[in-house]
């Protein structure tokens, strides 16, 4: 699944556009490296997103199409 895509299903960022925005501009991370939109992430990816304020680490743990609102948390989980 392209990481833009998988932002959005699992709620970090709100909108699709968002994560293509966040990844143009440099601000998603994998495993050290700037990715782009398109990137495929795989389970076990840790993904950093900056923001103005900080950033957030996370490691993937599952890569689901779709999945409800309340399931959304299970596919990450947060890192310090």
Do not use: H, W
């Not at 932002?7 to 998603?28: M, P």
């Not at 939109?37 to 599952?62: C, H, M, W």
């Amino acid at each position: 699944m392209r990481i833009d895509k998988f932002l959005k299903v699992s709620r970090i960022l709100k909108r699709r556009t968002v994560a293509q925005e966040a990844c143009d501009a440099g601000k998603v991370i994998v495993g050290g490296r700037e990715v782009k939109p398109a990137y495929q992430v795989k389970e076990g990816d840790e993904v950093e997103i900056r923001y103005a304020t900080g950033s957030l680490r996370f490691r993937v743990l599952n890569v689901k199409e779709t999945v409800r609102k309340e399931e959304a948390a299970s596919l990450y989980e947060i890192l310090p």
